[in-house]
């Protein structure tokens, strides 16, 4: 179990919510947007435009060639998509 897996096993008890099933997505998204801060701290404006960009080329290409993919690799589009929102403002 990594660290992340640790602090969301402790952390999903607490954040109110209908349900457990809602309890750990609220918890997953919190520990995005944690880490999407660190990330942000660290990235100079040149990074952050350079991830803008690859989020974006990653859209067009799942929207071009979307019968490649399967809703595994959308789900972790979904998630990278939020996270750089978080971490650079969403793309202009």
């Known amino acids: 179990m990594n660290a992340r897996e640790k602090i969301a096993n402790l952390l ?6 209908a349900d457990d099933t809602e309890a750990k997505a609220l918890t997953e998204q919190m520990l995005d947007a944690h880490r999407a801060e660190v990330l942000a701290e660290g990235l100079s404006d040149t990074e952050k435009a350079m991830l803008r960009f690859a989020v974006e080329l990653a859209d067009d290409t799942v929207a071009s ?7 595994d690799d959308t789900d972790a589009l979904d998630t990278l998509r939020r996270m750089a929102s978080e971490t650079v403002g969403e793309a202009s």
């Open 65 to 71: 060639r979307g019968d490649e993919f399967d809703s």
């Open 12 to 17: 999903w008890w607490s954040v109110p919510s």
